[in-house]
């Protein structure tokens, strides 16, 4: 009878720690359910994060970006739209056939650029201003324009020129952060080719100030 009893006894503690168990785990796969509720499940939180992703997040189309990517985009894009302004103002006023040679130049090169960047910003879901260009490096002011407008000829050509190559100065300073600190791989591409063409205008432009 004590060995029957003990093994019903041993018995009896098995099934129970077993019973245990089974509980602890199903309480387990409802937290893991209720967890899933709360943050509207896992195929929703992927979903979210595809569409609109953080500064620190990824694109379909663009890989991997981090706040500087963004930034870069953000600032470069009215950079360049300031730049093809400045452009636009040479016809009819430039005199300088190298001068015209350069707006052709900034033509062809930044209006692509802008639209490449417009397009990643909207791949990662981040907006296409940051609100504001106060401080941007080498931006022209309201004044300069209009000076700008205002000149003909050989005056045109020298002051484009001078403008111009503060403006490409502070493009080529931003590619450079966007060099240093950039994540995105094409976005760094795009800052090492601003870096090449500009700096090479920025030369050319000192050589046409130099003989007018």
């Known amino acids: 009878m004590r060995t029957f009893r003990t093994r019903t006894t041993r018995a009896l503690g098995l099934t129970g720690?077993?019973?245990?168990?089974a509980l602890l785990l199903a309480a387990c796969g409802n937290d893991d359910t209720m967890s899933g509720?709360?943050?509207g499940g896992t195929s929703s939180a992927t979903t979210t994060a595809t569409a609109a992703p953080s500064a620190s997040g990824?694109?379909?189309?663009?890989?991997t970006f981090n706040d500087a990517?963004?930034?870069?985009a953000q600032m470069m894009i009215p950079h360049h739209e300031q730049a093809l302004e400045m452009a636009e103002?040479?016809?009819?006023?430039?005199?300088?056939?190298?001068?015209?040679?350069i707006v052709a130049a900034i033509e062809k090169a930044q209006d692509?650029?802008?639209?490449?960047?417009?397009?990643?910003?909207?791949?990662?879901?981040?907006?296409?201003?940051?609100?504001?260009?106060?401080?941007?490096?080498?931006?022209?002011?309201?004044?300069?324009?209009?000076?700008l407008a205002a000149a003909k000829g050989k005056d045109f050509d020298r002051t484009f020129a001078?403008?111009?190559?503060?403006?490409?100065?502070?493009?080529?300073?931003?590619?450079?952060?966007e060099q240093k600190n950039g994540g995105n791989a094409e976005a760094k591409a795009l800052a090492g080719e601003v870096v090449t063409a500009q700096t090479a205008e920025i030369t050319e432009l000192r050589k046409i100030l130099d003989r007018l």
């Open 162 to 177: 001078e403008l111009m190559i503060a403006h490409h100065e502070g493009a080529v300073e931003m590619a450079k952060t």
């Open 37 to 39: 509720m709360d943050h």
């Open 89 to 101: 103002l040479a016809d009819g006023r430039a005199e300088d056939a190298d001068v015209k040679k």
């Open 112 to 147: 692509p650029e802008i639209r490449k960047m417009k397009a990643w910003l909207r791949g990662w879901g981040q907006p296409e201003s940051a609100g504001t260009h106060h401080g941007m490096a080498g931006m022209m002011s309201e004044q300069d324009m209009k000076d």
């Open 58 to 63: 990824t694109s379909g189309t663009s890989g």
């Open 69 to 72: 990517d963004v930034m870069f």
């Open 17 to 21: 720690a077993v019973a245990a168990a």
